[in-house]
């Protein structure tokens, strides 16, 4: 059968086959058709694009002009400051703590037992002047004067019993001395007699004898008066002694009651009704309610430019301000005293100011920490400038029909946001008080506390605010 099969396909002929002659001439045609399409559409493209640009050319170029707007110089908003030439001083501003200016310790001047003791003896309470801390027992003291009274009565009556003695024998020298001169004018009158031969020598002997008598009373009586006066003085000397004793008695007395010496706040306390205290036990801690004081330190710089300014601290006032929460609270205070030695492990001098509190409601304590401000140095002929208009070493710029002018200062102090400067200024002119990146001779400004401002024409400020000079 194969054989057969390839005896019939070997008797068919080649032309049946291959395919036509014509198939390469259509497949060559339908080529070019193909190419001659793509380069029509890329002519259309072309000749498209290119009449776009034209019209746009057109169109640009046939526009109608429109009016420009000027150009405008920009300025820049600014805050001003008028320049006022004067003595100037800085503040200084350092912290420091109250302390009681008045504090005692009350200690029993006698001993007994406490009978009584004030409903405010605690710590923390208020007692005011006069008032009655402590009581103490009085019935011992009441008999001490009562023995000291009884005492001194019966040396008074001592006293008149040896007064009304030398009374007497003052009397009784008067009489012995009367008696005497009698005697010797008699004596006189029989030495006479026995001159002339009157009178024996027997008399004359007597009235010698009684001459001698009268001497001899008289000096006894005087001997008795200095006695009986000695015991006068000593009497006396002996109601002095009594009067102390009574004077101590009473007063010993008056000591068993313990009062406040001034208002005062109660420190601490150790003493309560019943309990048995003896002499100089410390019964009560208090300091005085209307009285404190402020230490604070002053570095020597600061503390050497105020002496060399006024020679002394003392009496400088200064305010103290106590922060109560969100609330200051100021006092007025003047120095009094300045510390014994110098705060070496704070770098400086200690000052003590006395605070008065009787202005404000708010009443202080010790221990509060406080800001305290006084015042430095004071710079004569001085400007007080913000720091925002102090520029690199010393520069600053003047305001003069809206254009910035720079002028040159020196530094003097610091005063909390402030430099005070001395240099090439006049009193009254206005001084550029914004921080400008941008400042320079010749730039436009426009102070915004004196004239409107048109936002398109101001131009937008890079930041604002202090140089962080230091002066």
């Known amino acids: 059968m194969l054989q057969s099969l390839h005896s019939e396909a070997g008797n068919q002929s080649v032309a049946e086959v291959l ?6 001439g259509r497949r060559r045609s339908r080529r070019v058709i193909l190419a001659l399409r793509a ?44 320049l006022v030439r004067g003595d100037h001083a800085p503040q200084l501003n350092v912290y420091g703590e109250t302390s009681a200016g008045r504090e005692v310790e009350l200690r029993s001047l006698v001993a007994g037992e406490v009978i009584e003791v004030h409903p405010n003896l605690k710590a923390g309470g208020a007692v005011s002047k006069g008032e009655v801390l402590v009581a103490i027992d009085r019935f011992d003291f009441e008999g001490a004067i009562t023995e000291a009274q009884a005492n001194l009565a019966e040396a008074r009556a001592a006293l008149v019993e040896s007064e009304g003695r030398v009374k007497l024998e003052t009397a009784n020298e008067l009489r012995a001395q009367e008696q005497l001169e009698f005697a010797r004018k008699d004596l006189e009158r029989a030495e006479e007699l026995q001159g002339r031969g009157t009178v024996t020598e027997r008399t004359l002997d007597d009235r010698k004898l009684l001459v001698s008598q009268r001497q001899q009373t008289l000096e006894q009586t005087q001997n008795s008066l200095a006695l009986e006066e000695a015991r006068v003085l000593q009497q006396q000397a002996a109601i002095r002694r009594l009067e102390w004793r009574l004077e101590n008695a009473q007063r010993q007395l008056e000591n068993t009651i313990l009062r406040a010496p001034f208002d005062a706040i109660v420190r601490s306390e150790s003493v309560e009704v019943g309990r048995l205290v003896g002499v100089n036990d410390e019964v009560v801690s208090l300091y005085g309610s209307d009285a404190f004081d402020v230490r604070f330190t002053l570095s020597d710089n600061q503390y050497g430019r105020l002496l060399a300014e006024s020679g002394t601290v003392v009496g400088r006032p200064v305010e103290v301000t106590w922060f109560l929460g969100n609330e200051p609270v100021t006092y007025p205070a003047t120095v009094t005293r300045i510390g014994a030695d110098v705060a070496s492990t704070r770098g400086g001098v200690d000052l003590i100011a006395s605070i008065d509190s009787s202005a404000t409601q708010v009443p202080l304590r010790p ?68 921080r400008i990146p941008e400042a320079g001779a010749g730039l436009l400004v426009k102070d915004v506390n004196a004239d409107p401002v048109e936002p398109d024409d101001v131009a937008p400020l890079s930041g604002t605010g202090s140089t962080g000079q230091s002066g």
């Not at 395919?19 to 390469?24: V, W």
């Not at 109608?64 to 707007?69: G, T």
């Open 19 to 24: 395919p036509p002659a014509d198939a390469h």
């Open 39 to 82: 380069l029509l559409q890329t002519v259309v493209a072309l000749v498209i694009l290119f009449g776009a640009v034209k019209g746009m050319n057109y169109l640009v170029g046939t526009r109608p002009e429109l009016p420009k707007r000027p150009v405008q110089e920009k300025s820049y908003a600014v805050e001003t400051v008028t």
């Open 367 to 434: 221990g509060a920490f406080v800001e305290v401000s006084l015042s430095d140095r004071s710079y004569t002929d001085s400007f007080r400038i913000p720091e925002a208009a102090f520029y690199g070493e010393g520069t600053v710029y003047v305001v003069r029909d809206s254009r910035l002018e720079p002028r040159e200062v020196n530094a003097l102090a610091i005063d909390d946001g402030y430099i005070l400067v001395e240099g090439a200024l006049e009193d009254g002119e206005t001084l550029l008080a914004t």
